[in-house]
């Protein structure tokens, strides 16, 4: 199964790269957001994956008595979603206040600024 | 006893989930096939999460089930009216079959009000006739 | 949107998404759930009152403006990061626990407290960017 | 006093943030609670830094979780002197925020966002977990998104929008890593990875994982080919935002490098490699840039990248002299660097530009604050003995001695172009006659303030040009610090016992 | 104010049903959160008589449980069956239900049985829209929604 | 035993099957709602899905997870009809 | 010392803030500045004379072994007086020079900064503290060189001076590392007993190297020769200054104290003479090409450091001694020379040589003083020219090597330093005045007694130079030399070779004076080989430079964001992928993986299809849509491995990311590709291996043993310790809560941030 979870990280951050190399901003979000998840996907198999038990002890012990799983790439990657959630809203807006002022959703429209000035 | 009884209920609410799916794919236009989709699927989840209710036969989590079919029932009803009125507002066709629509026309294009307005008989109607 | 339907609805949900968000809030220390998630549900419902009902409506509803909400909370989630750092001279975060057990929530304690302002965070972020765009959509 | 006094600086910034919005629309306010707040900051920065120089590292355990298993902030005198840096260059800040920012820009919680960041930069410093590290650059990058973005006119939300994309970028690979460390080690606590790293076997991976970290930092410090979003955008944000950027955003990026490289991989030889490599294109590129620009800002962005070039290099020859330069020059880069561009914004409102090619005359008509401006950019230059001196002799040394040949060079050529270009800056910006100017009738020139208002743009600015002068004549303390860090982290055992061992 | 005391029944009531704990203080607590919850959006239901009602309510349960699975069967035979047989068409319902809750209903229970769908209700809610697989005649339709489900309904809220 | 292997090996694929015919769906379209109600539908049998998993593991908590999804997804596809509705007055 | 070197700085400083006092006819106050210096230093002559040294030393950063040392022998004594003896005239001169100009404080201030460097520089003992004088000058001579800043060709030839002299610093500050580091010292008294260590060290050939060429760059050397000429746009005080005592003697200072530390290496020997020889004849020939006074001056300036860096290779006694010397006379007469040029330039308001004659009606003290400074720089006897000439050609005839190869360089160039002198000194006076220039009558004595002064002392000293060198020259060449002693100065050592020669060298000398007349037609003549010029090159080396720096940054910083992100991209799949290439194999314990079951192979391949999905569709709505699906797949992913809180945390946000996605998007554009074909396949290419690398990174790593310790403390002690069942949320809100309060925050800041976009519109005056 790892295996294949490995390859769909890697297809997750394939798809997002060549989403964010794209010129549309929404693309470049979208793509965004595809990377995102497989970083999230990365953490959370190299936490290594253990099924059907959760990191949750049940309610008549006090600790777990049987395997359960890895909780801190749990933890971090609740982090890292919530992160992202609030960088993804702000980069939503970006693109929407972007188009606003720029009229275009060409990121090539975007290469004044290089150039010397 | 019980076990029998999750078996009987995930059984079946297997099946209408699947017939759902299939007629999702066989139904020839959007109306036909949210009206599938509503329908089996809530019967069918609701089944299998009765099957859970029982399997874990604890007050707190059959009623929080209970919580989530009623839930279903309420949503999913609302989900099929809007998925319909839009279907039908951005100008889904209606399939050939189709030989009633007193819908059309009755949208405003503009404030999206929608009127009572007798129509006796659509156009559609006419041509079926 | 106008739609009776879903504002009938709307209207129904809305208390009954809150009073679920409180439920996922309060249990989160013993199952899944939390501030984050439960801040989520609350907002969502507010979300939906505002798809039915229009966002001015939904402004009108809330007695607290989502914008407090946001140092409310955090000014929450910090108090009980900082208690025992000024009170007690104990590390930034050092949980604190009431002794005894009270009813409904468990055991009270400093993460509780946190979970909360994590909760009215969540809520008031949400909702002050949703209801920026839809204002500006 | 209890060790606690390390965890104030984010106490006091998260307090004034949070009291900050509750001000939401209140400007004036606001603009007197963050001025309070910067002092307040300052004032704990001291202690925390009389502190640490007394006691030494020492170690709050968030949670009072012990290490590894909760958070651990550690206070070593880097992260003091970091800490102390931060609050000046914030205050100075702060006080030309207040006078150059406009209202309308200050109702949209600017002042919260600022202390959010000095917040984020300062928990970095103070962090002793890779993860919690993550968790504070990402507070750190999204209200720089919000600074850099808030406004958005056309320029800068080009600027904004690729800031955004490669940063973000950053975090993501910053992620990658820490995933990637954690898959080996099992642990987040960096004494503990510095620990338990030598445990893995496999050589391969942790060059893979140092390399991902490297590629996250040196993207936040801008170091070539990493660096684009520097100059795209640095320019683009009012003054006062960008001096914040300048003098302490690629700095953390630097500090995180300069941790991972001590405690996690030291001795790495192919990441001392990789680094010197680096650092070489990084000050050509910087240099390169600086050069043909015209803009004073961009000018002063490329430069930015030309001079973590210099620290960087430092890094990868890794002995306790080349440590000592970069640690001094980093103690110098961030105060003249914030400085700058305090100065590009005085600029701006001198003339209502910053492209050199409309500018001229100041030397004619502003002689005081001619002068003024000179100290700091022979600061920036390194003009013996002023502060960018000093390090670069630990440097050469260091270079030279280790047979990096390259990077010496690219060391010497750097300082040249420095030099060159903040003479032609003089040159074009001081000597020459104003040309004809275009502007709007409704900018408000320097001119035309109210004294306190002039005194409210230049103080920030002499504040930090008299401790760019103390840092150059009083070198000899800056210097023992910078030895007494640097012995630190070559050591880093100290840190790693001081961590894992109460 | 009284209608705002059954809200807050209610959500107490909910509560003890999500906490699945039943004692006195969920209760409490459950009517607290109620309180708290309607004070914060100025809420309330209605204004019907819900204890009156309730032998209705269960009765009318059962025929929609029934008419669920009579379409569901219909439903699925259809989708089994190879060739479509479906006569479909957008049929205008007068109601004689009024108030909001009720049209909702009726629409609600219309599109949850397989084979209809509540497409939308007339601005001055006067007419249902409503999809159907099976319109075989549009009186016959029309006649077994009203004496079905709005018959019941309005036994129910009136 | 027997209720766990009958779960495992014939309820789930099926479940399993059924997600994919409504993908099928989704990826065809033609239109928009299509694909929405596609979407909704993967919800609804994905809660099926966990009901079953969490008999199998024997886990109650992953109940409440179908319960959150049941509730966000529907605002999913509010989202959705909004968008289109508006998109359609814009344009 | 230090108190006179500081004072030097302060009072400089001082000046500025008694600006209108200075303006007024009180600017003379300001020689008090030298003057006080010249007196100071002057009283040390009687020590000195006894070969004493005297050496004073605070620490300052004693981290770095840079202390503030200052150390008075005869070399560093000779230099003081010059420089504070020449400053004194020019403060002097400068008082009525600019008499009334805008900017005299700010003039003097530089002026006197200038020179304080010069003392710092002359005297430090630490080759750090060196270094920093060393740097002050240049710094300050940018200022003096551009003083006149309006005017753009002032500018450039600061910026140009300020280039080749700061690079020249950059390469001093490396030799003193270098030079510390090989020694353990920057104290330059102590590497004189190590002179050997330093020869036989590694670091020799790169310490020389370094050395040479900071002091070419100073002092003009070939190739660095050409930013001279461009310093004379300067004021005339400021040109007198830096070319005939200060700035440019600095080089010369720095190989001469050098010399017996590094000296005494065919290294060391032949490029100092090679370089010499070769900057003697080549600005010696270039002078010839000159019309403007300034600039003839100019090339003598660079011809005469030339003669000194060729006397300093010879190295031997008497090419010390002569090159003190003649350090002494060039000083004099080329100080002279400025000076008059500038009454000149002051009074006629032309410098051009083929423009001024007669200059001697109404200029009659001038034209004597010039007629002496001529003879001094021609070395006619009696004047101390010829002393200084006489010891030249003795030096170079007793060479070992090439003996008259060398001494007819000399000569040649010698000859051509006294056409030079001449032209100068003597032509504009001769002849009949021409009409267009305006009638003359005698400056002020500020003006005309310096040079005066200067000239006298050229011709006492001449008469007497044992005054010279008993005093000065011998104990400076004492500290030079090693062991050789006893040379005494004298005028007239009777009719032998030497003399015959510097009749000679006066011969020719006055015969190309009379052969050669500077005329434009010369002038652009000799422009027409002005691209092969080290000047000239230089010039397209830079622009060259300028052209490669904008191609490189446009390669690099060409605005592209994609560009951009490809670069970063690739940058990570060289380095990660160089490093995993190296162990390609993957060892894979199969058994420890989670089994393969249908529903998850189904929602792994429908995920797999929906990211497809996303990143092909041309509909931007379905894409949002997929996305959807692809958030439902996570969601029951991290079901399936026990991650309950993830999935609800994953789908609840990405529900919020789907709505404000919704909400945005209607107002977009229509989503169109814009990429062309070719760079899709490229970026695909790119992105498929950053994939794969990732992929079989991740292989890689989870076939390494995993360590539990953290983990298993959570489970051990969440309930126990902190009270919570729910390992996940007991980490979020306790082990490591900071993280969680950080996380809230992030989200707090990009609330205020979406809000801050959408409604702050701001006024137009913000605006650009
Ligand atoms: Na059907
Ligand atoms: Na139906």
């Given amino acids: 199964m790892e295996i294949l979870l490995a390859i769909m990280t890697g297809v997750l951050y394939a798809a997002g790269t060549y989403m964010i190399l794209r010129r549309s901003i929404v693309k470049l979000i979208i793509g965004i957001i595809l990377f995102g998840n497989g970083v999230n996907l990365l953490i959370f198999l190299l936490g290594r994956i253990t099924k059907g038990n959760p990191p949750i002890i049940s309610p008549e012990l006090k600790h777990f008595t049987d395997i359960y799983a890895d909780p801190i790439p749990q933890a971090l990657i609740l982090t890292s979603i919530v992160i992202s959630f609030g960088l993804q809203a702000f980069a939503i807006i970006l693109v929407k206040r972007a188009y606003k002022v720029l009229k275009t959703d060409d990121l090539d429209m975007l290469n004044t600024l290089d150039e010397d000035s | 006893m019980s076990e029998l009884l999750i078996i009987i209920l995930s059984s079946l609410g297997t099946l209408f989930a699947l017939l759902a799916a299939i007629g999702l794919i066989r139904m020839p236009d959007t109306f036909l096939r949210i009206s599938v989709n509503t329908k089996a699927a809530t019967l069918g989840v609701g089944l299998l999460l009765a099957a859970a209710a029982i399997f874990f036969n604890d007050l707190a989590i059959s009623t929080r089930v209970l919580a989530i079919i009623i839930f279903i029932f309420l949503t999913a009803p609302i989900g099929g009216h809007l998925l319909g009125r839009t279907g039908y507002f951005i100008g889904n066709k209606l399939c050939d079959k189709t030989h009633i629509d007193d819908l059309k026309d009755q949208y405003n294009k503009k404030t999206h009000e929608l009127s009572s307005n007798d129509q006796e008989e659509t156009s559609v109607e006419k041509e079926n006739k | 949107m106008k739609t009776l339907i879903l504002k009938t609805a709307s209207d129904i949900l809305l208390p009954v998404l809150l009073l679920f968000s409180v439920f996922i809030l309060l249990r989160g220390h013993y199952l899944p759930g939390g501030g984050f998630v439960g801040g989520l549900i609350a907002a969502i419902a507010f979300v939906l009152d505002a798809f039915a009902n229009g966002l001015e409506n939904s402004r009108k509803i809330i007695k607290i403006h989502p914008g407090f909400l946001m140092p409310l909370g955090l000014l929450i989630s910090f108090a009980s990061a900082v208690t025992p750092v000024f009170f007690q001279d104990l590390p930034f975060m050092t949980g604190l626990w009431a002794s005894g057990h009270i009813p409904v929530i468990g055991k009270i304690g400093s993460a509780l407290f946190f979970d909360t302002g994590v909760y009215f965070v969540v809520v008031g972020v949400s909702l002050t960017i949703i209801f920026t765009i839809s204002e500006n959509a | 006093m209890s060790e606690n006094i390390i965890t104030y600086p984010l106490i006091v910034h998260l307090f004034f943030s949070i009291i900050l919005m509750f001000f939401w629309n209140k400007v004036k306010v606001q603009k007197i609670v963050t001025i309070i707040g910067n002092f307040v900051a300052l004032g704990v920065a001291i202690a925390v830094f009389i502190f640490t120089w007394k006691n030494g590292t020492h170690v709050v355990n968030a949670g009072n979780w012990e290490a590894p298993f909760g958070i651990v902030f550690v206070g070593d005198m880097l992260s003091a002197t970091l800490i102390l840096l931060t609050a000046i260059a914030g205050l100075s800040v702060s006080i030309f925020s207040v006078i150059s920012i406009i209202n309308a820009r200050l109702r949209f919680g600017f002042f919260s966002v600022y202390h959010f960041l000095l917040l984020g930069l300062n928990g970095a410093f103070l962090t002793g977990d890779m993860f919690n590290l993550y968790v504070w650059f990402e507070i750190i990058i999204i209200s720089s998104f919000v600074l850099i973005s808030i406004g958005g006119e056309k320029n800068q939300l080009e600027g904004a929008v690729k800031y955004f994309t490669l940063n973000f970028f950053g975090s993501l690979i910053f992620l990658t890593a820490l995933g990637v460390i954690y898959g080996l080690t099992g642990t987040l606590n960096m004494a503990d990875v510095a620990v338990k790293i030598q445990q893995v076997d496999n050589q391969i991976l942790i060059d893979v994982c140092a390399v991902l970290f490297l590629t996250a930092f040196a993207i936040k410090s801008a170091v070539f080919p990493l660096n684009f979003w520097l100059p795209a955008s640095y320019h683009t944000p009012p003054s006062a935002v960008s001096a914040i950027f300048a003098g302490l955003l690629t700095k953390v990026g630097v500090y995180a490098l300069i941790r991972m490289m001590t405690l996690i991989f030291p001795h790495d030889v192919f990441l001392m490699n990789v680094l010197l490599v680096l650092s070489v294109l990084t000050i050509i590129s910087g240099s390169f840039g600086a050069i043909i620009q015209n803009n004073i800002r961009k000018v002063f962005s490329f430069l930015i990248i030309c001079h973590i070039g210099f620290m960087i290099g430092g890094l990868g020859i890794f002995n306790v002299l080349a440590l000592t330069g970069v640690i001094f020059y980093l103690i110098h880069d961030i105060i003249v660097k914030t400085n700058l561009f305090l100065i590009g914004g005085l600029i701006y409102r001198l003339k209502s530009t910053t492209n050199m090619k409309n500018i001229g005359g100041l030397y004619k008509s502003y002689p005081k604050i001619s002068l003024l401006l000179l100290i700091v950019l022979f600061s920036l230059v390194g003009v013996p003995p002023l502060s960018g001196f000093w390090p670069k002799i630990s440097l050469f040394l260091s270079s030279y001695s280790t047979e990096n040949y390259w990077y010496l060079g690219a060391l010497i050529l750097g300082s040249f172009i420095t030099l060159i270009v903040v003479a032609k800056i003089w040159s074009e910006v001081f000597w020459k006659n104003q040309p004809e100017l275009k502007v709007s009738k409704r900018f408000i020139f320097f001119d035309k303030l109210y004294p306190i208002q002039k005194w409210q743009f230049v103080t920030p600015i002499v504040l930090l040009a008299l401790f760019s002068l103390y840092i150059g004549f009083g070198a000899e303390h800056i210097q023992s610090l910078s030895e007494r860090i640097a012995e630190d982290l070559y050591n880093s055992q100290n840190y790693i016992d001081a961590v894992l061992k109460p | ?158 | 035993m027997i209720l766990n292997d009958f779960l495992y090996y014939i309820i789930l694929p099926l479940l399993s099957f059924s997600i994919v015919l409504v993908f099928i769906r989704f990826l065809k379209g033609p239109s928009i709602v299509d694909r929405i109600i596609a979407l909704d539908l993967i919800v609804t049998i994905g809660i099926g899905i966990i009901s079953i998993y969490s008999i199998i593991n024997n886990q109650p908590n992953f109940l409440d997870i179908a319960l959150i999804l049941a509730l966000i997804a529907f605002l999913g596809t509010v989202a959705f009809t909004y968008y289109l509705e508006k998109r359609d007055n814009n344009e | 010392m230090l108190f006179i070197v500081c004072l030097g700085f302060l009072l400089s400083i001082a000046i500025l803030f008694i600006h209108k006092f200075i303006k007024g006819n009180w600017a003379w106050l300001s020689t008090l500045i030298p003057l006080t210096s010249f007196l100071y230093f002057l009283s040390f002559i009687g020590d000195i004379a006894q070969n004493d040294v005297i050496k004073v030393s605070y620490s300052w950063i004693s981290s770095y072994s840079v202390d503030l040392s200052f150390m008075l022998d005869g070399l560093s004594l000779l230099f003081v007086l010059m420089i504070s003896g020449i400053g004194t005239l020019v403060f002097w001169y400068t008082s009525s020079y600019l008499k009334g100009h805008e900017y005299l404080d700010r003039f003097y201030a530089y002026l006197g900064i200038f020179m304080a460097a010069m003392l710092g520089l002359v005297l430090s003992d630490n080759l750090i503290t060196m270094f920093i004088f060393w740097e002050l000058t240049s710094i300050s001579s940018f200022f003096l060189i551009g003083f006149n800043n309006e005017s753009k060709s002032s500018r450039k030839s600061a910026l140009l001076a300020l280039g080749i002299t700061g690079v020249g610093g950059l390469f001093l500050l490396a030799a003193a590392v270098i030079l510390g580091q090989v020694t353990s010292t920057y104290t330059i008294s102590e590497m004189l007993s190590m002179s050997n260590e330093i020869a036989m060290s590694s670091s020799y050939t790169f310490i020389v190297v370094m050395i040479f060429l900071a002091a070419f760059t100073k002092s003009a050397q070939f190739p660095f020769h050409f930013w001279l000429p461009g310093a004379m746009k300067a004021p005339t005080p400021v040109s007198t200054y830096l070319h005939s005592a200060t700035m440019v003697k600095a080089g010369i200072y720095l190989i001469l104290r050098f010399s017996p530390i590094l000296g005494e290496t065919s290294l060391w020997n032949t490029t100092l003479i090679t370089i010499g020889a070769i900057t003697m004849l080549y600005s010696a020939i270039q002078m010839l090409f000159r019309t403007d006074l300034k600039a003839i001056l100019a090339y003598s300036t660079i011809c005469a450091l030339g003669i000194l860096t060729f006397l300093t290779g010879l190295g031997t006694y008497e090419a010390l001694v002569a090159a003190m010397v003649f350090i002494v006379v060039h000083a004099l007469y080329k100080a002279s020379l400025f000076l008059i040029t500038g009454i000149i330039d002051h009074e006629t308001g032309t410098r051009d040589i083929t423009k001024l004659s007669g200059l001697k009606q109404g200029l009659m003290p001038i034209a004597v003083a010039g007629f002496v400074a001529a003879l001094i720089s021609g070395g006619v006897i009696p004047t101390l020219g010829f002393v200084g000439k006489d010891l030249i050609y003795e030096s170079t005839l007793h060479f070992k090597n090439n003996a008259w190869l060398l001494t007819g360089i000399a000569i040649a160039t010698n000859v051509l330093l006294f056409y030079g002198g001449f032209l100068v000194g003597v032509k504009p006076f001769l002849g009949k005045k021409p009409e267009a220039l305006p009638h003359l009558h005698m400056p002020s004595i500020r003006l005309w007694l310096p040079p005066m002064l200067m000239v006298l002392l050229g011709l006492v000293l001449g008469f007497m130079p044992y005054l010279l060198g008993d005093s000065l020259i011998m104990p400076g060449a004492e500290v030079l030399s090693r062991g050789e002693s006893g040379l005494h100065l004298k005028l007239w050592h009777g009719f032998n070779t030497m003399f015959w020669l510097s009749t000679l060298t006066i011969a020719f000398g006055v015969i190309v004076y009379l052969v050669l007349k500077p005329s434009d037609k010369l002038l652009r003549f000799s422009e027409k080989f002005e691209f092969i010029s080290p000047k000239s090159i230089t010039q397209y080396l830079v622009s060259l430079f300028k052209i490669m720096s904008k191609y490189w940054t446009m390669l690099f910083q060409n605005g592209y964001l994609r560009h951009y992100v490809a670069t970063y991209v690739t940058f990570i799949i060289v380095l990660v992928g160089y490093l995993l290439l190296k162990d390609p194999v993957l060892k894979i314990d199969y058994n420890t993986l989670a089994d393969l079951t249908v529903y998850e192979i189904v929602i792994i391949i429908i995920m797999f299809l929906s990211t497809l999905f996303t990143v092909f569709t041309p509909s931007r709505l379905a894409a949002v849509a997929a996305m959807g699906i692809i958030g439902f797949a996570f969601c029951l992913l991290y079901l399936f491995y026990s991650a309950p809180d993830l999935a609800m945390t994953q789908f609840s946000v990405d529900t919020l990311t789907v709505i404000l996605f919704v909400l945005v998007l209607y107002r977009l554009p229509k989503y169109l590709k814009f990429s062309k074909n070719y760079l899709r396949v490229e970026h695909g290419i790119l992105s498929t291996i950053f994939g794969g690398m990732i992929t079989f990174l991740i292989l890689k790593v989870i076939s390494e043993p995993k360590n539990s310790e953290i983990s298993n403390f959570y489970a051990e002690n969440s309930y126990v310790l902190a009270k919570g069942k729910n390992v996940v949320n007991v980490i979020l809100v306790d082990f490591r809560g900071s993280d969680t309060l950080i996380e809230i925050t992030v989200l707090i800041v990009a609330a205020i941030g979406v809000f801050g976009l959408l409604k702050l519109r701001l006024k137009a005056r913000d605006k650009k």
């Fill in chain 5, 1 to 158: 104010m009284k209608s705002q005391f059954l809200s807050n029944i209610l959500l107490m009531l909910i509560w003890v049903f999500l906490t699945g704990s039943y004692n006195a203080y969920n209760f409490s607590f459950g009517f607290i959160l109620g309180l708290l919850i309607i004070w914060l959006i100025g809420y309330s239901v209605g204004q019907t008589k819900y204890i009156k009602i309730l032998p209705r309510v269960i009765a009318f349960f059962f025929y929609f449980v029934y008419e669920l699975i009579i379409a569901n069967l219909e439903v699925a035979y259809e989708v089994m069956t190879p060739n479509l047989n479906v006569t479909p068409g957008i049929i205008k319902i007068p109601l004689d239900v009024e108030t909001n809750l009720e049209i909702s209903l009726l629409a609600n229970l219309i599109t949850l049985t397989p084979g209809t769908l509540s497409l939308d209700v007339s601005d001055d809610k006067k007419v249902l829209y409503v999809h159907s697989m099976y319109v075989k005649d549009r009186d016959e339709f029309i006649h077994h929604i009203k004496n079905g489900f709005e018959r019941r309904i309005l036994l129910i809220t009136r």
